[in-house]
């Protein structure tokens, strides 16, 4: 009887592949390997796509931690700047059949973190898998921070030093 196997390792940012799969005999046909070639898919690719499905989800404020986020609102408002970074707040490691991922949330204020993260965890896998053809092994979520509606009406009350 063979078996299929997979590792998943922490490597230093910016490393190559850290999710790596061998599966020989494995049911699942590849569907990233054809009689025509191979298909590659970047790991920039794949934190996009899991951004967007993300911030899909009713519940979550913004991602990233407390200094990308602040660093990421400086960079928006540099003129001819892209705008918002869509990969912020996404971590992942892609192998040549597998990813894992990691989200970086803040929630609304009342939100269930519970329900909202089983949410996300379902919307980025569906979102990953049918786009790349990947299989999505985990979805990691944490939970940096909870936005409530009353932080924004303290930034704007403070008086400008300009006139």
Avoid: W
Avoid at 27 to 44: C, F, N, W, Y
Wanted: aromatic share 2%; glycine share 10%; proline share 5%.
């Amino acid at each position: 009887m063979t078996e299929s196997s997979t590792t998943l390792s922490k490597n230093p940012p910016g490393s190559s592949s850290a999710v790596s799969s061998s599966s020989a005999g494995s049911a699942a046909p590849d569907r990233l390997a054809t009689d025509e070639g191979k298909i590659s898919v970047a790991q920039g690719v794949v934190q996009k796509i899991a951004g967007m499905a993300c911030r899909e989800i009713s519940g979550v404020h913004s991602m990233g931690t407390s200094p990308n986020r602040a660093f990421g609102a400086l960079r928006e408002r540099i003129p001819g700047s892209s705008g918002p970074n869509v990969a912020q707040g996404v971590g992942v490691e892609v192998g040549e059949t597998q990813a894992a991922i990691d989200l970086d949330i803040v929630v609304e204020y009342g939100v269930s973190i519970a329900d909202l993260g089983r949410s996300i965890q379902r919307n980025v896998k569906q979102s990953v898998e049918r786009m790349t053809g990947l299989e999505v092994v985990e979805v990691n979520i944490n939970v940096d921070d909870v936005y409530l509606p009353s932080d924004d009406d303290q930034q704007q009350e403070t008086p400008s030093r300009v006139s």
